[in-house]
């Protein structure tokens, strides 16, 4: 069994790292902002934080389903949730959702930016704004969004940022070439992030999933391809995985002993190599 997904009870919810030697204080009053909470990993994680007794603040597009899941989550858990409805593919956003942070009073102590998307076919074919717009949500959205709430952060010396990047972020990826270049970025930025603020309090974690089931592949064009035809994972299992691993304070969580071993296997593999095993699953 996946040594991650063992059953065990659910870590404490304290964001910021204890002093060594000190065992870790359950704080239920923190607050997690998840981008893309509107579907697949990210209400999920939504779930997990609520189930915790955390605060939420919903960021998506679709706000009938944020007030769904946010009702849900008052039923069961007593959740107070903010809603944020965002086009996060739109220059300036993510300061718009900060700019509406700072008039609500809300300091956030958990940023998870899983928003994202990707678009199946050849650089050439999907058209320059289709790729701005997965550049825009996957990278400039998710940088901007930990600049500007990291600072608060780090000078109450406690917090956590998780980001969603993938398994796409280990090599490059012919026929979802833009996708898998943003998640690439998604991971080289946030190994950087984990050490820049090493000590600091706040804890930085990259998520790197494999093939999940949820409406990703279908809105990216890509269910019929033998990467999605192989199997995908269980959005709860893929959430649970970067849950536990933020607490823990783990840099990089990679769900399923499976990617574990495809990732590993890819550092070794000469890339050029590796980038055709790639086209020929996602042709
Ligand atoms: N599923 C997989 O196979 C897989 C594998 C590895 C990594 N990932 C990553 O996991 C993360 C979550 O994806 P998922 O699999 O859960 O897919 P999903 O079910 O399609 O969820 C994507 C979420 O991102 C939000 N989103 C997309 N475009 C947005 C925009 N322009 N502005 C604001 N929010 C936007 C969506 O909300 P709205 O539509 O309401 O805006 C939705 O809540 C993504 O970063 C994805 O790249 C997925």
Redesign the pocket.
Known sequence: MDPDLAGRPPAPAAASRPPRGQAETVETAETVLI????????RELARLFAADGSRLVL????QD?LAELAAELAGKHQTQAQLIP????RPGSAGEVADALAQRHVDVDVLVN?????AHGTVAGIGADRQA?VIN??VVALTQLTALLLPAMLERRRGAILN?????AFQPGPHQAVYCAT?SYVLSFTEALAEETRGSGVRVSCLA????D????A?AGLTGTRLFRFG?MD?ARVARAGHRGLRRGKTLIIPGAGNRILAFTTRLTPRALVTRIVAYLQA
Do not use: E, Y
């Not at 999933?209 to 999940?212: D, E, L, M, N, R």
């Open positions: 981008t893309g909470a509107s579907s697949g990993i990210g960021v998506a597009r679709q389903k965002a086009d996060l593919s899983n928003a994202g998307f990707g717009d949500v996957n969603v990047a993938s398994t796409a998640k999933p494999g093939a999940t949820t409406g990703f592949a809105q995908a959005a």
